[in-house]
């Protein structure tokens, strides 16, 4: 099984900010988010024979202590999206042109200097390619909102986009396997 878990709570999520690539720690509440999301998966039976993650720290420490005692493997290709100079806005004060675009992610452009939509399901759908046959045992892969929305994307191409108008809540977890060299549609838990 491949379980896709989105990093607890930081200062910027509780604050409302667009976080992007800035590198903000878990807070208290981030840190509690990840110890359920650990007991979760532990009561699911989910023991991580390898554990993947975007190299920011929010991510990393998710990844820690869902999996604690585990080395994590960081990969760029799992980072947030590229907010550009956009970055850190208050979410409830964004440009005219960064609500048009989160209107209608999958008919507006993103905005000058912000990373595109297609860009952001292929970086982590070529990650999840490296898994396809060689994902012996239970993988944890600890990511971003949009990062995330990018792989269920990619692993549902007939979605109609359905995953990026989703909200996605921090330690949020979906899982999804290989069969047959194919994924499964991934199920939220």
Known sequence: ?????????????KSH???????????DAGFSQA??????????????SRVYSSPLIRAVQTAQTVAPGLP???DPRLIEMD??????????????????FFR???HNPAPEGM???ADVVRRPGDFLETLRW??????LISTHAIAMKGLLEYLTPDSGGAYWSKNIGNCAVYVTEVKDGQFTVPVEI
């Open 134 to 139: 060689n994902a012996e045992g239970d993988i």
């Open 17 to 27: 900010a667009l976080q992007g690539r800035s590198d903000h720690p878990l807070n």
């Open 104 to 106: 209608d992610f999958v």
């Open 115 to 117: 990373e595109q939509l």
């Open 83 to 100: 907010y550009g100079p956009y970055e850190g806005m208050d979410l409830h004060a964004l440009a005219p042109e960064v609500l048009t």
């Open 35 to 48: 110890r359920e999301a650990a007991e979760k998966l532990r009561a699911r039976g989910a023991s991580f």
């Open 1 to 13: 099984m491949i379980y896709i878990v989105r990093h607890g709570q930081t200062a910027l999520n």
């Open 72 to 74: 994590v493997i960081t």
